[in-house]
Protein backbone atom coordinates (compact mmCIF):
# COMPACT_ATOMS: atom_id res chain seq x y z
CA UNK A 1 0.00 0.00 0.00
CA UNK A 2 0.99 3.69 -0.43
CA UNK A 3 0.32 6.89 0.80
CA UNK A 4 -0.35 9.74 -1.56
CA UNK A 5 -0.22 13.24 0.15
CA UNK A 6 -0.86 16.44 -1.54
CA UNK A 7 -0.11 20.07 0.19
CA UNK A 8 -2.08 23.16 -1.15
CA UNK A 9 -0.46 26.58 0.21
CA UNK A 10 -3.59 29.31 -0.79
CA UNK A 11 -2.96 32.90 -1.13
CA UNK A 12 -3.86 35.33 1.52
CA UNK A 13 -7.60 34.99 2.04
CA UNK A 14 -8.21 32.28 -0.66
CA UNK A 15 -8.48 29.40 2.00
CA UNK A 16 -11.93 29.08 2.31
CA UNK A 17 -12.57 29.02 -1.58
CA UNK A 18 -9.77 26.46 -1.72
CA UNK A 19 -10.98 24.26 1.06
CA UNK A 20 -14.67 24.25 -0.60
CA UNK A 21 -13.21 22.88 -3.95
CA UNK A 22 -10.71 20.25 -2.45
CA UNK A 23 -13.90 19.15 -0.91
CA UNK A 24 -15.73 19.07 -4.77
CA UNK A 25 -12.48 16.90 -5.37
CA UNK A 26 -12.46 14.53 -2.62
CA UNK A 27 -16.59 13.96 -3.51
CA UNK A 28 -15.50 13.79 -7.17
CA UNK A 29 -12.85 11.28 -6.97
CA UNK A 30 -15.54 8.93 -4.53
CA UNK A 31 -18.26 9.62 -7.49
CA UNK A 32 -15.11 7.81 -10.06
CA UNK A 33 -14.24 5.20 -7.78
CA UNK A 34 -10.77 6.55 -6.99
CA UNK A 35 -9.61 5.97 -3.35
CA UNK A 36 -11.47 7.88 -0.55
CA UNK A 37 -9.64 11.28 0.11
CA UNK A 38 -8.82 12.46 3.67
CA UNK A 39 -8.46 16.13 3.91
CA UNK A 40 -6.24 17.47 6.75
CA UNK A 41 -6.49 21.25 8.07
CA UNK A 42 -3.44 23.03 9.23
CA UNK A 43 -4.26 24.83 12.76
CA UNK A 44 -0.99 26.61 12.85
CA UNK A 45 2.23 27.52 11.03
CA UNK A 46 1.10 28.12 7.43
CA UNK A 47 -2.50 29.54 7.59
CA UNK A 48 -5.09 27.97 4.86
CA UNK A 49 -2.86 25.26 3.99
CA UNK A 50 -4.76 22.08 3.08
CA UNK A 51 -2.81 18.41 3.15
CA UNK A 52 -5.09 15.40 1.28
CA UNK A 53 -4.23 11.89 1.72
CA UNK A 54 -5.35 9.00 -0.72
CA UNK A 55 -4.41 5.36 0.30
CA UNK A 56 -3.69 3.19 -2.87
CA UNK A 57 -3.43 -0.24 -2.86
CA UNK A 58 0.24 -0.06 -4.81
CA UNK A 59 2.06 2.55 -6.61
CA UNK A 60 1.32 1.11 -9.99
CA UNK A 61 -2.58 1.07 -9.23
CA UNK A 62 -1.75 5.20 -8.56
CA UNK A 63 0.71 5.56 -11.78
CA UNK A 64 -2.20 4.06 -13.76
CA UNK A 65 -4.71 6.60 -12.55
CA UNK A 66 -3.33 9.43 -13.69
CA UNK A 67 -4.54 9.01 -17.32
CA UNK A 68 -7.86 8.00 -16.07
CA UNK A 69 -7.83 11.57 -13.58
CA UNK A 70 -6.88 13.56 -16.22
CA UNK A 71 -9.74 12.63 -18.61
CA UNK A 72 -12.45 13.00 -16.14
CA UNK A 73 -13.15 16.37 -16.92
CA UNK A 74 -15.18 16.83 -14.12
CA UNK A 75 -11.92 16.29 -12.09
CA UNK A 76 -9.84 18.30 -14.76
CA UNK A 77 -12.67 21.53 -14.13
CA UNK A 78 -11.88 21.43 -10.62
CA UNK A 79 -8.05 21.97 -10.62
CA UNK A 80 -8.54 24.58 -13.39
CA UNK A 81 -10.34 26.31 -10.65
CA UNK A 82 -7.67 25.40 -8.10
CA UNK A 83 -4.52 26.57 -9.38
CA UNK A 84 -5.04 30.16 -9.63
CA UNK A 85 -5.61 30.32 -5.63
CA UNK A 86 -2.49 28.77 -4.69
CA UNK A 87 1.03 30.01 -4.22
CA UNK A 88 2.60 27.77 -5.81
CA UNK A 89 1.57 24.37 -7.41
CA UNK A 90 0.13 21.82 -4.89
CA UNK A 91 3.32 19.08 -4.03
CA UNK A 92 2.56 15.55 -3.80
CA UNK A 93 4.48 12.93 -1.73
CA UNK A 94 4.39 9.07 -2.16
CA UNK A 95 5.09 6.98 1.29
CA UNK A 96 5.48 3.28 1.14
CA UNK A 97 3.43 1.46 3.88
CA UNK A 98 5.56 -1.06 5.69
Do not use: C
Not at 87 to 98: K, S
Amino acid sequence: MIIVMRTYIPKAGKGGSLMRLVKSVAETFDKNNFPTTEILRASHGLHGKIQTIQRWDSHDDYMDSRDKVRATKEITSLFDEIYPLLEETHFTELFNVE
